[in-house]
Nanobody, 129 residues
Framework: QAQLVESGGGLVQAGASLRLTCASS????????MGWFRQAPGKAREFVAL????????YYADSVKARFSISRDNTKDTVYLQMNMLKPEDTAVYYC??????????????????????WGQGTQVTVSS
């Protein structure tokens, strides 16, 4: 099982940008499609973005399309989430996760936490108005 560690969160003003990083160790990083989820206080964990094993395909929640971009560097065993034009409603703990399921299978519907087997500890993103 992959071990994942997120970093890069912080407190920013609305309209600012942040880049989250997820570093992987353990099993071969390139074997896994990777996703980002977020969870606000009192709310369920929700899907944000998904990237295929090679990085050639991506998929986003409607709420972050055109603002967020997921990418990966398999030479560094790292996945990123570039977040632009941040809004207060983006405030949440952001988690990266790994799955052995095929990218095209997961994206048939809205990805759920049950699609993913390995999770990081989360990094806090707070966007002030």
């Amino acid at each position: 099982q992959a071990q994942l560690v997120e970093s890069g969160g912080g407190l920013v003003q609305a309209g600012a940008s942040l880049r989250l990083t997820c570093a992987s160790s353990g099993r071969t990083f390139s074997n896994y499609a990777m996703g980002w989820f977020r969870q606000a206080p009192g709310k369920a964990r929700e899907f944000v973005a998904l990237i295929s094993q090679s990085g050639g395909s991506t998929y986003y929640a409607d709420s972050v399309k055109a603002r967020f971009s997921i990418s990966r560097d398999n030479t560094k065993d790292t996945v990123y989430l570039q977040m632009n034009m941040l809004k207060p409603e983006d405030t949440a703990v952001y988690y990266c996760a790994a799955t052995s399921r095929a990218f095209y299978t997961i994206r048939q519907g809205t990805p759920t936490p049950d699609d993913f087997r390995s999770w990081g500890q989360g990094t806090q993103v707070t966007v002030s108005s």
